[in-house]
């Protein structure tokens, strides 16, 4: 039986279920690289994409100190809360509290 860790989206009021978590050097569907270069037009400054969920759905790190945290990014506007305007959500605060949350 395979246990899945999931972090609610408090704002959306659904689940994130996580898929992975990218890496360095690593195949093109895990690597950190890879990912940040294909989606680098659409993120703002100091941003990186550190994962996915099981859909279609984006983890981000955003280091800007107002807007500092791990958020969920549905890009494909998959969440019934989800607009052109308004599609991402803060998770955390930081990384490691991102982790314990798992």
């Known amino acids: 039986m ?10 959306a009021n659904e689940e994130m279920v996580l898929g992975v978590l990218f890496g360095l050097d690593l195949e093109d569907n895990y690597d950190l690289g890879d990912w940040n270069e294909e989606y680098q037009e659409d993120m703002i400054e100091n941003t990186i994409i550190i ?12 280091n800007q100190e107002e807007e500092k945290g ?6 494909a506007l998959e969440l019934e809360s989800s607009s052109e305007e308004e599609n991402t959500y803060k998770l955390s605060d930081s ?8």
Request: no cysteine; net charge positive; charged share 20%.
């Open 70 to 75: 791990i958020y969920y990014w549905d890009n």
């Open 95 to 102: 990384f490691g509290q991102f982790i314990k949350m798992l």
């Open 51 to 62: 994962g996915a969920d099981y859909g279609s759905g984006l983890l981000v790190l955003i």
């Open 2 to 11: 395979q246990k899945y860790k999931s972090v609610p989206i408090k704002d």
